[in-house]
């Protein structure tokens, strides 16, 4: 299909799957427009002028009607990506993370409404399912959010099924699990291990370490991200994204990190009470089924834990062959 005169606005463009779904997006031809608080964050496809040549840049908050108004004026798609994420952040800033998250993604529809824009990519979060009866965990499980962040991503979802039903504007919604990558903030379980166990140090697990996750390299994401978008079997639906191929426990992915890092390291475990995580957020077992997406979008992950991991550690030399794949 050939896109060259499709213009797309990505909002929360300058983070860490923005910026990755911008360079996917040009190479296959499309305007990118970016808009964000910030461009300074992740800078892995900036030249050294600070610049992504290929993409506009515009300055603003998704709490700025006009400002968004203007941002996504001629633009024929949205792909929302603007929120607050992070256990940490979220917890601690509720109320700030209700409007941002829920008031902003309203801010954005209406936005889609005043410049007629086509259709609506909404990154949402296996959050919203909470634990589940069993895994591997379909688009049509129940929903029992236990954070204020996976309920704000609950409500995202439905005010942008009711502005589709309302309006007729096209949505994609995305659940993404457990995405990973360069220049993730260290906030995120495996930059923070892989950080520790190059600077030598003991990763911390916190718990027994015994909850499951399965993660899903950027590239892979970023490859169904942009499926849901520009494929029409995408329209008005739900999907999984991630990579159910290699589940692990943590005190697993700690071992694991360590030894693709060749040291001779231990992990540390501390009290979930001394961490900064809540018990009764901590979600058990996390594993996407993602029949659907493969089905409708022909999505497969290909990148193994290992190779994914093996990427971040050469932070700083991303090899030149890793973006070019994007
Ligand atoms: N990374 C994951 O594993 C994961 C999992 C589930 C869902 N998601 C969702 O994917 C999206 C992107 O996540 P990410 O990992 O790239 O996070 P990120 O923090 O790197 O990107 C989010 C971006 O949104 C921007 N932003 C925040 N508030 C804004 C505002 N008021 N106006 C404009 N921009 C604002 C931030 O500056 C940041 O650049 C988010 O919606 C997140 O909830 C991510």
């Known amino acids: 299909m050939n896109f060259n005169n499709k213009t797309i606005l990505i909002t929360g463009g300058g983070g860490f799957i923005g910026t990755s779904i911008a360079r996917n997006l040009v190479a296959k031809g499309l305007k990118v427009r970016l808009f964000d608080l910030d461009f300074t964050n992740h800078t ?98 129940p929903q029992n959010p236990v954070s204020i962040y996976a309920i704000t991503k609950l409500a995202g979802e439905e ?18 699990f457990n995405v990973y990558g360069p220049a993730q903030v260290a ?14 140090k003991s990763p911390i697990i916190y718990g027994d370490g015994s909850q499951i996750r399965a993660f899903c390299f950027i590239e892979d994401a970023v490859k169904g991200i942009s499926a849901a978008l520009l494929n029409s079997n995408s329209n008005n639906q739900i ?4 990579n159910n191929k290699e589940p692990i426990l943590m005190k697993n992915l700690a071992n694991k990190i360590i030894e693709i890092a060749g040291k001779k390291l231990e992990p540390e475990f501390i009290p979930m009470s001394k961490s900064d995580r809540d018990s009764s957020r ?45």
């Open 44 to 141: 892995l496809f900036f030249n050294k002028q600070g610049n992504f040549p290929e993409v506009e840049k515009v300055r603003g908050s998704i709490l700025d009607s006009n400002a968004l108004c203007n941002a996504v004026s001629g633009c024929d798609y949205v792909v929302h990506l603007a929120a607050m994420l992070g256990v940490k952040k979220t917890e601690l800033k509720r109320v700030r993370c209700l409007d941002i998250n829920i008031l902003g993604t309203i801010n954005v529809l209406e936005a889609c409404l005043k410049e007629k824009v086509e259709k609506i990519l909404f990154t949402s979060s296996s959050e919203i399912y909470g634990e589940t009866d069993g895994t591997p965990i379909k688009e049509d499980f």
């Open 159 to 176: 005010y942008i099924k009711a502005y589709a039903k309302r309006y007729g504007l096209k949505y994609s919604i995305i659940r993404l």
């Open 187 to 200: 906030e995120f379980v495996i930059p923070r291990f892989v950080k520790r166990v190059l600077n030598n």
């Open 239 to 242: 999907f999984n994204i991630g």
């Open 282 to 326: 901590e979600i058990k077992r996390r594993i996407p089924c993602i029949d659907k997406a493969s089905n409708l979008l022909n999505y497969q992950p290909q990148i193994s834990l290992e190779q994914g991991v093996r990427i971040i550690m050469q932070a700083g030399e991303i090899p030149e062959s890793w973006v070019e794949s994007l």
